[in-house]
């Protein structure tokens, strides 16, 4: 297969799914200085499911004072316009992508796997103050669309791939073994696809090469914390603090971000009360 594959199957993608509108038009009023509360306050509330998942959040154990909220002004004062931001893109993103017809992958899994990522790629950009949080929350949560993407429209091939990369006797990891059967793998696929959209270079770059980042000057740091944030995840996932357990980190990067056992338990232990508030969103 050629990139000229990958432009058919992201031609046939776009005809189902677009960028998330409703998150689009919120980060923008959010981003805006001469927006106000008030004006993010009535773009949520025209959209039930987005103005459901905001109020959930706010009356979520890990905020909880006892105080039950039940307004759009009081949820969004509580939790602050960026994580707003955030709930409403991640909302709105797996609104998005399940319109996607997928028999091979369980979309509850998938999205614990990206909430986790997001969460986590915020949380290491804030404690290293290397890139922007909310960049790489969004980054986090798009990192893997090309999964779902390959799911949707190769079935067969797609589980050749994962069912090869569960066999016992395999020491490739799923894109390796996608590139070397198909040609190309999920991240070019999710990279297609962002650059179709008109993303951010910065994004389209992580989404791309959250599995091969480069430590040469000029990749975007970005595309680093995802790569870290990815494996940390499956320690989420896993329940487990041991390093050893998550995909290999890129040695190189893993020196140039100076991380230490004692940054990624950090990072861990700040993440996971973001990530279990977000995740019972998708669990119903």
Aim: some cysteine; proline content about 3%.
């Amino acid at each position: 297969m050629s990139q000229n594959d990958i432009n058919v199957i992201i031609a046939k993608t776009s005809t189902l799914i677009s960028y998330p509108k409703a998150a689009l038009e919120i980060q923008r009023v959010i981003n805006d200085d001469d927006s106000t509360m008030a004006d993010i306050v009535r773009l949520i509330e025209l959209d039930p499911a987005l103005a459901l998942a905001v109020i959930r959040t706010s009356n979520s154990a890990a905020l909880n004072t006892g105080i039950e909220i039940s307004s759009i002004t009081k949820a969004v004062s509580k939790l602050g316009q960026k994580q707003v931001g955030e709930i409403v893109t991640a909302v709105d993103a797996a609104r998005s992508f399940n319109q996607l017809h997928n028999d091979l992958w369980n979309i509850a899994d998938f999205w614990q796997h990206s909430i986790s990522c997001a969460v986590l790629a915020k949380t290491l950009a804030k404690i290293l103050s290397i890139s922007a949080p909310d960049t790489a929350f969004t980054g986090g949560l798009l990192h893997d669309i090309g999964e779902l993407i390959l799911f949707s429209q190769l079935p067969e091939e797609s589980t050749t791939c994962l069912q090869t990369s569960l066999l016992p006797t395999n020491h490739e990891e799923l894109f390796e073994i996608e590139t070397r059967l198909l040609g190309f793998s999920h991240a070019d696929v999710g990279g297609a696809l962002a650059k179709d959209w008109s993303l951010p270079d910065s994004l389209i770059d992580c989404i791309l090469h959250h599995h091969t980042p480069s430590s040469e000057v000029g990749t975007h740091m970005l595309t680093k914390i995802i790569h870290v944030a990815n494996s940390l995840s499956v320690l989420i996932e896993l329940d487990s603090d041991d390093i050893e357990d998550a995909p290999a980190i890129n040695s190189k990067i893993y020196d140039e971000l100076r991380l230490d056992t004692e940054i990624i338990q950090k990072v861990i232990t700040a993440a996971r009360s973001d990530i279990q508030s977000l995740s019972s969103l998708f669990n119903d």
